[in-house]
T-cell receptor, first 112, second 115 residues
């Protein structure tokens, strides 16, 4: 079955600290991977996507992710977080016919 | 460019009542999706349309949920009768690019509370 697993449900971190949100995908998921962010009472906004080419993908708001085929991972990183990064983050894998399968979400809380 | 529009934003109903949600995708986007997001979980696909045809409705509870996209533009998702476990945010998304690689653009969602 196609699946995307986010390994942490909640990640607390202090402002200006680095952060990594972990995501693993099943090998049956097509290798089109996405990270979305969801602020309270809003829809999902694309942070970045991996389609092919360079395994290091840069997105908006200073986020980046690295595609690792051997470990079937697509972890999201930011070297220095801000209070405004507090949100829920979803990893998703693209499947046939354009369906996205989402992980369970990781709530990032940035403390002052 | 206008984004994906959804209405209503919030709806409270009692169990066994019916409810309908409306979505207008980004102009020109042929693919439209309805996702259900239960609190604490990731979005789950309910149905995917390509123009006015259904591509995937394998996870749609067809005994109570229905959706249509009659003219290949806007779409309606209906629940009848609602159950307590239908309490969730219903997200509509659209995609302009064919295949698996294009970004999905999401609306702000319709939050349903079933009492």
């Amino acid at each position: 079955a196609q699946s995307v697993t986010q390994l942490d449900s909640q990640v607390p971190v202090f402002e200006e600290a680095p952060v990594e949100l972990r995501c693993n995908y099943s090998s049956s998921v097509s290798v089109y991977l996405f990270w979305y962010v969801q602020y309270p009472n809003q829809g999902l906004q694309l942070l970045l996507k991996y389609l092919s080419g360079s395994t290091l993908v840069k997105g908006i708001n200073g986020f980046e992710a690295e595609f690792n085929k051997s470990q079937t991972s697509f972890h999201l990183r930011k070297p220095s977080v801000h209070i405004s990064d507090t949100a829920e983050y979803f990893c998703a894998g693209g499947t046939s016919y354009g369906k996205l399968t989402f992980g369970q979400g990781t709530i990032l809380t940035v403390h002052p | 460019e206008a984004g994906v529009a959804q209405s209503p934003r919030y709806k409270i109903i009692e169990k066994r009542q019916s409810v309908a949600f409306w979505c207008n995708p980004i102009s020109g986007h042929a693919t439209l999706y309805w996702y259900q997001q239960i609190l604490g979980q990731g979005p789950k696909l309910l149905i995917q349309f390509q123009n006015n045809g259904v591509v995937d409705d394998s996870q749609l509870p067809k005994d109570r949920f229905s959706a249509e996209r009659l003219k290949g533009v806007d779409s309606t998702l209906k629940i009848q009768p609602a159950k307590l476990e239908d309490s969730a945010v219903y997200l509509c998304a659209s995609r302009g690019q064919r295949g698996s690689t294009g970004e999905l653009f999401f609306g702000e969602g319709s939050r349903l509370t079933v009492l």
